[in-house]
């Protein structure tokens, strides 16, 4: 779906191989992170990726089942700057991104 | 296009009459997908089979309750949050501090959306309001929303939407401050709620009285009337907007040919229009 977008895209299938490859590429624009991971989660991710300040402009986006408020509420606290409950189409990945101020490719 | 169609001219003729004598809106030959995509959930939610039994059941004298049923669904328009984006960001970063610079003594801010749907078009701009302009909360603020459907405004009263709804165009952190879950909906807070005025109207009759407006929101709407009651909806909103104020329409809509009291303005990537200096 990205990649028809126009975007280069990375996949990991963990939170740690996720910053793993982060520290590999340097920089990456945004990150669709799913919440439930083995090894490291999403949100564990996302709380690993502010505490570093080479990362700010980073936009995280959660993708996920979990679609509690309470989720929400943590998701953003720990600094992710959208969410996107499972099942979405491409429609609300684009308007997504426009919210996040990033242009398609 | 009407090549697919599944519905006989005859039953179109029907529809469209039906839809026409009860709202003005226009449904003419070329708009069929439009009827069958809009009446298919009736004809499932009736347990009928097509549109060709629809309008067979509409013939029959006891069908009163179904024609509004039809006429509900025909005059519905599909909407979500922060529709299109651009014209909320017009609003935010150009409409609404010229319109606060230009009433900073009298401190009274006036909105009409006239076709407010299933609501998001009103909450959408309330949220975006209260985010960046608080000083609004002290002011004589009024919001009204309209719609011709009862049942459309009953479901923007109560504010409640799915989770396909709320997925779309609004923003996460919005979603966080003026929502809460209300069963497996998520519902506007009282405190937005309660700043819209939702009132019954249909455009194409009379009016009732409305105050000077200074932002009217018409997007998407005038597509479904013809020219003339197209003409007659901006003569009238011409006389309610004030003479610096603003009106927006849907992306593909213009004044142009309609009205010449009106002169388009683009801002940053939205169009709108505003009435031309005597």
Redesign the interface.
């Given at each position: 779906m990205l990649k028809e977008l126009g975007f280069e895209v990375y996949d990991a299938g963990d939170g740690k191989q996720a910053l793993d490859r982060l520290k590999e590429v340097g920089k990456i624009d945004l990150a669709l992170v799913d919440w439930n991971m083995p090894v490291m989660n999403g949100l564990e991710f996302v709380c690993a990726v502010r505490a570093n300040p080479d990362h700010n402009d980073m936009r995280l986006m959660m993708v996920t089942t979990e679609t509690e408020m309470s989720q929400v509420v943590k998701a953003l606290e720990a600094g992710a700057n959208e969410y996107v409950m499972k099942p979405f189409t491409k429609d609300i990945i684009v308007e997504k991104l426009n919210l996040m101020g990033i242009s398609q490719g | 296009m009407a090549a697919d169609s599944n519905i006989s001219p005859e039953d179109f003729d029907y529809i469209s009459k039906l839809v026409r004598d009860h709202s003005a809106i226009v449904l003419d030959r070329g708009k069929e997908y439009l009827v069958e995509s809009r009446l298919w959930p009736l004809i499932n939610s009736e347990g009928l089979s097509g549109i060709g039994e629809l309008v067979k059941k509409l013939r029959t004298p006891s069908a009163n309750k179904l024609h509004e049923k039809v006429v509900d669904a025909m005059t519905t328009n599909e909407t979500?949050f922060?529709r299109d984006?651009h014209p909320f960001e017009a609003l935010k970063k150009v409409v609404v501090p010229e319109i606060m610079k230009n009433r900073a003594a009298e401190r009274s801010f006036t909105i009409w959306c006239g076709a407010s749907s299933s609501g998001q078009e009103p909450y959408s701009i309330l949220m975006m309001l209260r985010e960046n302009f608080p000083a609004l909360a002290s002011w004589k603020f009024k919001f009204i929303a309209s719609d011709i459907s009862r049942e459309m405004l009953d479901r923007c009263r109560e504010g409640s939407y799915s989770?396909l709804e709320?997925?779309?165009?609004l923003?996460?952190?919005y979603?966080?401050k003026y929502?809460?879950?209300n069963g497996m909906q998520w519902q506007i807070k009282d405190e937005v709620r309660k700043l819209v005025d939702f009132r019954e109207m249909n455009l194409a009759a009379d009016w009732p009285f409305l105050p000077q407006l200074d932002i009217v929101m018409m997007r998407n709407v005038l597509i479904y009337f013809d020219v003339e009651i197209k003409k007659a909806i901006l003569g009238k909103i011409r006389k309610f907007l004030r003479p610096d104020g603003y009106l927006f329409l849907g992306a593909a809509e213009t004044t142009m040919n309609l009205d010449e009291s009106f002169v388009r303005v683009q801002l940053s990537q939205s169009g709108c229009y505003r009435l031309r200096n005597p």
């Amino acid at each position: 779906m990205l990649k028809e977008l126009g975007f280069e895209v990375y996949d990991a299938g963990d939170g740690k191989q996720a910053l793993d490859r982060l520290k590999e590429v340097g920089k990456i624009d945004l990150a669709l992170v799913d919440w439930n991971m083995p090894v490291m989660n999403g949100l564990e991710f996302v709380c690993a990726v502010r505490a570093n300040p080479d990362h700010n402009d980073m936009r995280l986006m959660m993708v996920t089942t979990e679609t509690e408020m309470s989720q929400v509420v943590k998701a953003l606290e720990a600094g992710a700057n959208e969410y996107v409950m499972k099942p979405f189409t491409k429609d609300i990945i684009v308007e997504k991104l426009n919210l996040m101020g990033i242009s398609q490719g | 296009m009407a090549a697919d169609s599944n519905i006989s001219p005859e039953d179109f003729d029907y529809i469209s009459k039906l839809v026409r004598d009860h709202s003005a809106i226009v449904l003419d030959r070329g708009k069929e997908y439009l009827v069958e995509s809009r009446l298919w959930p009736l004809i499932n939610s009736e347990g009928l089979s097509g549109i060709g039994e629809l309008v067979k059941k509409l013939r029959t004298p006891s069908a009163n309750k179904l024609h509004e049923k039809v006429v509900d669904a025909m005059t519905t328009n599909e909407t979500s949050f922060f529709r299109d984006f651009h014209p909320f960001e017009a609003l935010k970063k150009v409409v609404v501090p010229e319109i606060m610079k230009n009433r900073a003594a009298e401190r009274s801010f006036t909105i009409w959306c006239g076709a407010s749907s299933s609501g998001q078009e009103p909450y959408s701009i309330l949220m975006m309001l209260r985010e960046n302009f608080p000083a609004l909360a002290s002011w004589k603020f009024k919001f009204i929303a309209s719609d011709i459907s009862r049942e459309m405004l009953d479901r923007c009263r109560e504010g409640s939407y799915s989770q396909l709804e709320i997925n779309r165009g609004l923003p996460a952190p919005y979603l966080v401050k003026y929502f809460q879950r209300n069963g497996m909906q998520w519902q506007i807070k009282d405190e937005v709620r309660k700043l819209v005025d939702f009132r019954e109207m249909n455009l194409a009759a009379d009016w009732p009285f409305l105050p000077q407006l200074d932002i009217v929101m018409m997007r998407n709407v005038l597509i479904y009337f013809d020219v003339e009651i197209k003409k007659a909806i901006l003569g009238k909103i011409r006389k309610f907007l004030r003479p610096d104020g603003y009106l927006f329409l849907g992306a593909a809509e213009t004044t142009m040919n309609l009205d010449e009291s009106f002169v388009r303005v683009q801002l940053s990537q939205s169009g709108c229009y505003r009435l031309r200096n005597p």
